[in-house]
């Protein structure tokens, strides 16, 4: 399978500009399941800027109907 890097990397809503696994997508889930987080991708961008992409914040989000 070929990696879309350039086309995930539009769609990439990580504000953290000198990540190395923008565009990589399953590098990026790899590195964020493995620290017990969700990538930027599945928060709202005011949730996203903070940096707690935990499973927690994610929990909290859904239990308020915010995703």
């Known amino acids: 399978m070929e990696c879309r890097k350039e086309e995930n990397r539009e769609f990439c ?3 953290y500009e000198s ?7 399953c590098e990026c889930i790899r590195y ?3 620290a017990r987080q969700l990538p930027a991708c599945v ?3 005011e949730v996203e800027a903070t940096y707690d992409r ?13 995703i």
């Not at 990540?19 to 997508?25: D, V």
């Not at 935990?54 to 915010?66: N, Q, W």
């Open 13 to 15: 809503n990580c504000t």
């Open 19 to 25: 990540c190395s696994r923008k565009g990589l997508c």
């Open 32 to 34: 964020h399941v493995k």
């Open 43 to 45: 928060f709202p961008p």
């Open 54 to 66: 935990s499973f927690e914040r994610f929990a909290r989000l859904v239990g308020e109907d915010r």
